[in-house]
């Protein structure tokens, strides 16, 4: 059970400042856009949060790039809207903090190979509960979800969409739940990312083979047993070696039921 | 259920430990020199077979004595000369005796059961008949011996009798009391087994049990007459067995049924096991398990489990409960079937729950998952709770031999606990049941600390101790033979023992684990015992290392202090934020659903809800649309005053009250309960946060409770604080666009006392003869040739004519004007205007355009205003009502529902609140806000789960007719054949059906064998015709008869509400004083007990003292050491000699009843129904439902002086409350209703007020201080 609700309202609250700039072949104006300053939900998607951003720079680029689809880059690195933000910066920026997180907009060049389209929030929304599902089979065989009315899936949803906590979790503790008599999940939904771009995703089970919990520090030897110092991020917090592994996937893990960990 | 419950066990060294359900450590049974080999126990009463093969009874855990009422009728006959002399005729009765003068009941002859009763006080006469006094011999007088008796004497009383009472009262509580061998030497035939259970035979009268037991002669003995009222029994019989059965084991079930064990391993079962045959009818044998023989077998319910020689675990299929009275087959069920698990012994608890003992490693296990459906259960649990260290035990005596004490026991313990671990990871065939090892740490504390001695029970052991000289100073010395019945060890440490026992320890258990030394001691069972363990199994108590243990730890475990401390850190940004947006605007939210508006008479109509709520203006609406789309209309959440739940079976409903509405209160049914739940929700958390409620309300709150259990409560304090700074509150009046030429009434909710002022503002219309403001009392019925409602008093009538050219000031008293004042006219029509009318102590000051126009003298007290009626051509702008005390109307109470389930709060000044629920238990408000179907609402603080249970009750009704006898076909005028208890509705057990999904039965439908009245041996009761009086015994002249059937039901929901003690109560009365807070109440049985160590901050108390009382009570309150109490019959006590020193106080005393001429149905009794006490009042509701008070109560004058009516309301009431000036109270319709015009010189007040339309059933203001 996700019971520890200071740890789960303070990973709520978590915000990001976010500078948004026009790219400068973008800008048709002669007068320069002002950057787009805006607190983000770390655990929200872009394409939920940027839409005024969008309004505040389609006055400043060629009219026939309106309709284009917006996207965004860090660094010169396409950001994928199919990641919570917080994840995306702590990929980017976890070593060396760098706030407001100043990020650049374009209208044009969609890099296809990249990034997936985002028509609109429906697809994020599609996205969002595919994602859940996936989560649910690996924590309880996927009943939790299958058991859940449309609008419970849809309260899920908004919570996120909304920013209400209580309304998320609300939904969100049933997913939390471990099931039947066994303390502790089926399978921890895990993905965890290295720098180089490469992403791990595996049946990690919370538990030892003598019933122990498993902790952080387990699960690594056992990924990386030839790596001598590495350390887990998410949520910018780097997680202690001797955090139990279900814990860490009850509290810790992002609105789309699944932890986002930074290898660093 | 119990909310705390015992499992006991006997460790390999014969000492007895038992573990509380909300506890999590074993603790020891004090160490009295006597082993013990077996045990068995239902809840409170422990029977054990000793270390001497004798037995002992062991009662704990009841907070109020068990106490028995002897009675004898003291009979005399009038003689010629001698006149009323104890010299009866020979055809009389006995001189002392029964009170139907069957019996000899001798008052020398009626003497103690056995060393375990004392007696409290002597005998004494009992002074009232049917609450009428009597004279201080307690004579009754009648014609002849088998009549009624009344209180006088006449010239034809030939015989009188009188009643003499003695109590007598089981005083060896928390000690193991002997009972008597079977022969005088008790060697000559030892015990080998005792089992207990029989407390849930179907149908049997309540508290009955059975004990049975097996002799090293291999004879069967069952004990007669035990009961928890006579806990020792009367005697051992003999109950024959087959020949050549040589009988080991045997276990008695809830339900009375016995299944036994012989020596060779077969299983026998006593069948015809009822309520009229204990002892059942004879012996049927039982296959056992192929190739193995029985060794141990315990009884359940519904299930027989036993244990095999080689460690196997047997299940018996297809034992019924509620049928092995009378059915061979549910008797002996149909099959074994084998569990997995190797135990070695094995006991069923309350609900078929299982424990047993591990063959391995002789722990204790628990069978998880047992359900009414699934009855085999899933897996074992190890039960892994910490161990006391044995003050005796041979394992730990290093402790007290060892210089380092703590060290050396550390040390020990550290062992121990390793050993246990590798016991565990020894894998076995059924390893997956073991739990994670345990990761407690053991507690470091001074040696000192290691036993602590308290001091505070020290008067308990003289109390129970002290009339026992026979009693043996050392216990070892200590034989059965010598008394039978005596306490073993009452000079030992009773307070060390009782603990074991202690009731409430639950709530502040981890106080304890710190104050003692708790290790993981490695334990090895011989023997579980779970008659008396009662498990939630959803919430399963502490004793399971992978569950709660592990959350607990991980609160304060250093990684998440890392990770929490990492994550408040990343908000702090050292960069300006003042530029940056939010990502996400609030924005308001709607809510939409199909459902269903009720009317008043039950039609509904569909229509379509839409909420609508913005967090940040904090303001919403809630719409109703017709199907079509349509407005019907739309209301705004903060004219909302309360939200209860009003469902029905089938029909999940809400209500919502809105005063300032037309409609006052609407009524909505939803599709679905969880739907209703959710807006129930949702529409009380957005009601609260409109209004600034949360949390814990403040202590002058009124209470009150809907007849469906909801507890709602009303907190002044917000709405007092309209204040404005001349220390005077003021209340705007919407007039505006009022239409006023037919007459505007308003209630002036704080009637007129001196310092009150009303201002008005407003236009005279061009043509204008008269108009006036009248300032008057209530409206009272008038019965002229028709009823109708009239205005009697009018201290004030201001009437300016412009007819006249005159001002009329004038007042009408009972309906009769007085003389007029005039004066001359100040206005003109067309007029604007203001005035202004100041009440002062002597005069009303009358100002128009803000200069003085004139002053009336009182002619009536102010204080009878309740009311403003302005009347005639005029537009009012403005109209303001100021007043020196908060002004507070019913439209601006807003009722927040705590959550919960009861039917009785009961609040006092500083804020301790009581509650009892249905099935009469007891529960203390925690502070928390929420919970249940309002989870999430008020956080998680205080709330805990409860229960509740419900008897639903039918009547089957039937008719005599000349050629088939009783049958069901009725009369056509008859009442329905299965019907309630009034006839006139129709009910059958088919279709009754539970409120909602949080309720389910607990039991089956069941002919009611206690139903008030009496019955025959089919439940049947018999009467001459329908509404007629119902007897148990079928007479020549019935041509009718009833049986009354009744199945119970259960709630499960959670409050912020948490179990007091375990005795059931059947009223409550709180009083504050300063810090500390007298309660009293009365029990189940009726006797009066008052609650020691209750105050703000331990608002549970400690326990309960119980006051001697020959009379049985139903009603008591308190106020300021006042204690008033209502007999059975109707009548009125008080208590003398209620102090601080002596809070029980020394007697109860007799008070004139009232009588009131003023009946609503003259048929109905007179007696007195409920009390409530002020500082100076006694408020009473009579049976008939009238209210009168009783004026001048005070500690000097505890029974008052007279009886006052309250005779201006039709309606009868079923509740009133108050404290100081506030008076509420509950109408027999459930509406709540507040009392006016209450003061120090008018104690009865003047009128009532509507507050709220309920239906409610209880109200307690006795939070409110002036």
Redesign the interface.
Known sequence: ?A??R??LR??W???L?ICFQLAQEEIMEIQQPDPF?????RL?YFP??TD?MKRHFLRYISQENADNEMWLDYNGQPLKWHYPIGFLYDLFCGNDPQ??WTLTVHFTKFPETILLRCPNKDVVEAHYMSTVKEADVLKHRGQVMSTMQKKDHNQLWLGL???KF?QFW?INRRLMESHG?N?GFKHIPMRIYSDDGITCQRLICPKNN????KTVHQLLSELYPDKAEVNLRT??????????LQ?LSEH?SYPDNFLHICLC | MSSNSLLFSINNEGKVYALSTSGSCWREFMYLGLEFKTLSAVPHFLWAVGGDRQIYLHVHGLEIPIRVKEESYENERWLPLEGFSGRLLPTDRYHFSSQDGTKDRSIECIRLPSMAWQWEGDWQLELALDGQPLDHDGWTYAVDFPAQFGTVKQWKSCVRRRKWIRYRKFSAMNSWCAIAPLHKDPTQEPFIDITIGGNQIPYASPGTLSVWSITAQGRVMYRVGVSTTSPEGLKWINVSIPPNCDIKQISVGPTGLVWALLWSGRAIVRKGINKDCLTGEAWLEVKSPTETKLTTVSVGFNAVWAVSSDSRVWFRKGIEGNAVGHSETAAIGNGWLEINGNMIHISVGINDQVFAIGESNKGVYWR??ITPAELTG??WRMVQANMQLSRTSSSASIISSASNPKHHSLSLLNENTIELKTNI?LRNSWEES???PIENTLPLKPSKELRPKKNVNVENIDLTGKSYETTLKNPRAWSPVRSVGSVVGMEAQPDSDSSVFDVDSGMYFDEEVSQMAWGTCDATWTFIEAGACSIDTIQVPHWFS??KN??NS??T????S???D???S??S???D?S??????EE?G?TRSCEARLVSDNNICEDSILSLYWHAVENAGTLSVFQPDGTIKFILNLGEITSITSSSEPGCPRITLTIPNQSQRIIKVQFISEMEQEEWFSVLIDISSQINGLSGKPSTNSIWIVTSYGDVLNWDPTPAQCNMDKNGKYVKEFQVFGKDIVTGFTTTLHNNFLPGSVLKLSGCLFDEINRFHINLQGPEVLKQRHKIETEVTEIPLHFNVRFDESTVVCNTKKSGCWDYEERHPLPLRPGQEFSIKIICDYNEFIININDSKFCSYKHRLSPESITSALIWGPVKLYTMEYYSTSAIIGPDEMIWRTMGGYLRKVESCQNGVVWGICHDHRVWVYTGGWGGGILK?IGGSDGIHPMTDTQTYCIYENQRWNPLSGYTSTGLPTDRYMWSDVTGKHKRTREHTKLLSRHWHWISEWMVDYNTPGGVDNEGWQYATDFPAPYHGKKVFTDCVRRRRWYRKAQIVTEGPWIRAGSTALLDISLWANDKTVSVWAITLAGEAIYRTGVTATTPVGLHWEHVNSPHTFVSISICNSVIWAVGRKGELYYREGVSTENPGGINWKLIESPKCAFTFNPKAATGTKLVSLTNSAAWVVLMNGVIAVRTDVSIHQLEGKQWKYLTDCELPFKHVSCMDQEVWAVQNDGTLHRRVGVTAHNAVGIAWQLVHCGPLVHVSARGCNA
């Not at chain 1, 300053?37 to 939900?41: A, L, N, Q, R, S």
């Not at chain 2, 530029?579 to 996400?584: D, E, P, R, S, V």
């Open positions: 059970m019971n520890d200071e740890v303070e990973i609250d978590g915000k400042p300053y805006v607190m983000v939900p929200s939920l949060v005024k706030l407001p969409q909304n920013d209580d609300a008599d303390e003598d019933g122990s919990r949520h910018g917090v780097l997680i202690p070696l001797d955090t139990p814990w810790m | 998880s998952g899933k897996r990871n073991h739990s994670a992978d569950s592990a959350h991980d609160i475990a250093k990684w998440r890392q990770i929490l990492c994550l408040k990343r908000n940004f050292n960069i934020l530029n940056f947006g939010l990502a996400i924005k939210w999430g």
